[in-house]
């Protein structure tokens, strides 16, 4: 809804792919923040906060009965989240968030060399 909003390029990355139409979610609900930093800050100072979100989105993927689910963190602070408690347990691809100021095309082009990467990010 806001002009300076980037998250359209999640829909042009992943159009015409197997990833098209697949459940997103955020791992820190219900939180409205846009400094990185202040999210990370409130997560620190509020431990329960962070596991009561780690435990709704394990009920989440529960729900959507995945064997082997592959999670596609959108940038750093969501993937050292999940990998901190994930880690172990599924396959976590970090790929560049969606707000950095580049064209939706190179957008498209890094994520997916990122996701053509073989190894673990």
């Known amino acids: 809804k806001r002009p300076q909003g980037q998250d359209y390029k999640i829909r042009y990355a992943f159009r015409d792919t197997e990833f ?3 459940y997103m979610t955020d791992i820190i609900k ?3 923040e846009k400094i990185s930093g202040n999210v990370l800050l409130y997560l620190k100072n509020n431990r329960e906060f962070e596991l009561k979100n780690i435990k709704l989105f394990e ?3 529960a729900d959507l009965k995945c064997d082997d689910p592959l999670i596609i963190a959108f940038g750093n ?3 050292n989240i999940l990998n901190k408690h994930f880690g172990q347990k599924y396959r976590i691809k970090k790929v560049m968030h969606y707000s950095q100021q580049i064209s939706k095309e190179n957008y498209k ?3 997916w060399k990122t996701l053509l990467n073989k ?3």
Do not use: L, R, W
């Open 20 to 22: 098209y139409g697949a």
């Open 77 to 79: 602070i969501t993937f």
């Open 59 to 61: 009920q989440e993927i």
């Open 30 to 32: 219900d939180f409205e």
């Open 109 to 111: 082009v890094i994520v």
């Open 119 to 121: 190894e673990s990010v």
